[in-house]
């Protein structure tokens, strides 16, 4: 709180464990923002690699660019984004009741140029976060205004190839317009051309910051691609198809995310308020054999289909209750979102042409949170977080096609209250300016509306049961932040989590599998080191456990399948301002189990990627991006599921399909060159 004239006000405060002014400020030990500076030259394969800044988090792919990454965090296989919540200026990226994946979290519209800031929380500790964030939650925003103009030309191996416009300026009155135009493409490694074609396009109008100003965003993302799935690894084994070979053709698909929103933000002498609303259409068109040729040799192609308008917003009011209160802040929020999903389908397919409706339904799902949070600083040496949230989610599911699942369908609803509670102690003088904190929580993530009002299977008319519309999380973590030395940012937390089930609704047959509940545990050591003038250095290791509280009934195996117990990085940036500049990061993936015994488990590898870029003068400069540095075959993911090949089909040895490893792998070493004139 500052003080003008007397009146007190808020500032602007930037929280951070990549900050050497982190103590004092934080709520927990796993919370953080990454700036701009820190991914300037950070190497980057994909878009959504920006959360890889987030400590702990792994992101990879196993299908075409143009589809949602796959996430890990905590010993969670996020899929496509189940567990962990994500907002771009101030907009959910995360899917309910999507047609391919519960929280589909699809980040490829991202320009990572233009990531002002990326604020994450782990874990369900602050009031502000619901629905996902069970993990935990990040919020990106985009920068209001750019230094200089830019044209950046990108071209690599495999046919990539981007050009990147964009700029700002004041247009009168203290407003800024920045504007940006994406148009990218490309083939990679795979034996069937992946032929992304991506355009992508910004336009934000803004006044003053994020405390204190506006700003309104329109954007417009736009993809298409063909898709090499994972595989049986046998296949590749056996010579049937080449390391990067496809089982079918014609996978793949198109999408599009077009989207205006809006955010404010005023502080006066009693506190702050802030609102926002966001208008999101969005689809996809999505084909995928994963299971190859169990049904023929026609192949088990299907779509997936999500056509939707969202739209919400927030509203939040602060306020400093004074001495008498030991300069409480209090904060009061109400957030609104409804998905009016006009249809979302399953249906077989042959070279992308329906042949058969699986299920096709239209759903209108629509949630409101209110939340209460009180930070207290009780003594300089102990403050308190108080949270307390409220969630009621109501979903109208109405079938509208399929065989089988003409009879489902209808009305659900639920609601969830969610406590939050955390404390700090310090700073005190250990190892430098040290703090303690301890939280804990309950959270949840929702289930898709359409498991929850289906009493029948769509693909063969059998009888299943309906599953609860959210599941909680709870979660309790205790940690430490330190400085030990000037210019060196240390963090240690030790955590838990209990879910009270692993349910997941399977895109590719339209109903809701129950997997069970599971607890967590582990614990994450982040550092952040300024060691030089230009040099940042970063590393983080992620120690995580994950059981199932009862064992498979097939197998007696309690494992929770593809939850890496072992992450690791280590990073470095330079640029102290001359004509060199680049950046260095190395990724240990440990092994992980791939079914619930654990005796199928996936190879460890570390992967290794380089920037190196050279100013041939202020307003020109080139740089050189080396991806999978050391060439490492591994693969970006690993399965245990059933697939048969075409070879497999033909012979009559198929049945209903064979277990065995399905794997995507990495691409190999891949040179980008990219030139940007400033102006």
């Known amino acids: 709180m500052a003080h003008a004239a007397g009146v007190p006000t808020l500032q602007e405060v930037t929280v951070s464990i990549r900050s050497q002014d982190l103590i004092g400020v934080a709520d927990s030990a796993t919370e953080g923002t990454v700036t701009a500076k820190q991914l300037a030259n950070r190497p980057l394969l994909r878009p ?7 400590p702990g988090m792994v992101v990879t792919q196993h299908s075409g660019d143009g589809k949602a990454n796959q996430y890990f965090l905590r010993g969670f296989n996020l899929d496509h984004g189940s567990d962990f919540s994500t907002h771009v200026m101030g907009m959910p990226v995360n899917m309910v009741s999507h047609g391919h994946g519960q929280g589909y979290m699809d980040l490829n519209f991202l320009i990572p140029e233009l990531v002002g800031s990326v604020k994450y929380r782990k874990g369900v500790y602050a009031a502000e976060d619901g629905d996902f964030a069970t993990t935990g939650a990040a919020r990106i925003d985009y920068q209001r205004q750019l230094a200089n103009a830019f044209v950046d030309i990108s071209l690599g191996q495999n046919g990539y190839r981007r050009a990147l416009a964009a700029g700002s300026r004041e247009v009168g009155g203290g407003l800024q317009l920045l504007g940006a135009l994406e148009i990218a493409g490309n083939d990679g490694p795979w034996q069937q051309p992946e032929n992304l074609k991506k355009h992508n396009a910004v336009l934000r109008l803004s006044e003053g910051t994020a405390a204190k100003g506006f700003s309104l965003t329109a954007m417009a993302y736009e993809a298409s691609w063909t898709a090499t799935e994972h595989v049986p690894e046998r296949a590749i084994n056996s010579g049937e198809i080449g390391r990067y070979g496809a089982l079918s053709p014609r996978d793949g698909g198109k999408t599009h995310r077009y989207s205006l929103s809006g955010e404010w933000a005023r502080p006066d002498q009693d506190g702050a308020s802030k609102a926002g609303f966001y208008v999101i259409n969005y689809g996809l068109n999505l084909f995928s054999a994963p299971s190859g040729f169990i049904n023929g040799p026609q192949g088990d192609q299907h779509e997936q289909a999500d056509a939707r308008t969202v739209w919400g917003g927030q509203a939040s009011r602060s306020w400093f209750l004074g001495p008498a209160f030991r300069d409480s802040e209090l904060t009061a929020g109400i957030q609104l979102r409804q998905d009016r999903i006009r249809s979302v389908g399953l249906y077989r397919t042959e070279d992308r042409r329906r042949t058969d409706t699986v299920r096709q339904d239209k759903i209108t799902e629509t949630s409101a949170s209110l939340f209460l949070e009180a930070r207290t600083e009780w003594q300089p040496w102990l403050r308190s977080t108080v949270g307390l949230r409220h969630d009621e989610v109501d979903a109208r599911v109405t079938a509208t096609g399929g065989e089988f699942n003409l009879g489902n369908g209808g009305k659900t609803r639920a609601g969830q209250t969610s406590p939050k509670l955390g404390l700090v102690l310090g700073p005190f003088q250990l190892l430098g300016a040290t703090e303690f904190y301890a939280n804990w929580g309950h959270g949840f993530h929702s289930n898709d509306a359409r498991g929850a009002t289906s009493a029948v299977n769509p693909v063969d008319g ?27 940012s240390s963090s240690l937390s030790v955590w838990q989590m209990d879910l009270a089930s692993e349910l997941v609704f399977i895109g590719d047959e339209g109903v809701t599998e129950p997997k069970g509940a599971s607890r967590r545990h582990g614990l994450e050591w982040s550092n952040y080191i300024t060691a030089a003038h230009g040099l940042i250095i970063d590393a983080d290791v992620a120690l995580s456990y994950a059981r199932f509280k009862q064992a498979n009934a097939d197998n007696g195996g309690t494992r929770v399948p593809n939850a890496i117990p072992l992450t690791a990085s280590l990073g470095g940036t330079l640029d102290p301002g001359g004509n060199w500049f680049g950046g260095v990061r190395l990724r240990y993936l440990g092994a992980y189990p791939l079914e619930e015994t654990g005796q199928e488990k996936s190879t460890a590898f570390l992967l290794t990627n380089l920037k190196l870029g050279y100013r041939i003068d202020p307003r020109l400069q080139l740089t050189l991006d080396v991806l999978n540095l050391f060439n490492r075959k591994a693969n970006d993911i690993e399965y245990w599921g059933g697939a048969c090949t075409r070879s497999e089909t033909l012979l009559g040895s198929c049945g209903g399909g064979i277990d065995g490893r399905l794997v995507h792998p990495l691409e190999p070493r891949t040179l980008r060159l990219s030139l940007r004139a400033s102006f």
């Open 48 to 54: 959504a690699e920006v959360m890889e800044t987030i």
């Open 462 to 488: 059998g009888a299943i049961s309906r599953v609860p519309l959210l599941v909680k999380a709870k979660g309790s973590e205790i940690g430490m932040r330190t400085m030990p030395l000037p210019g060196w």
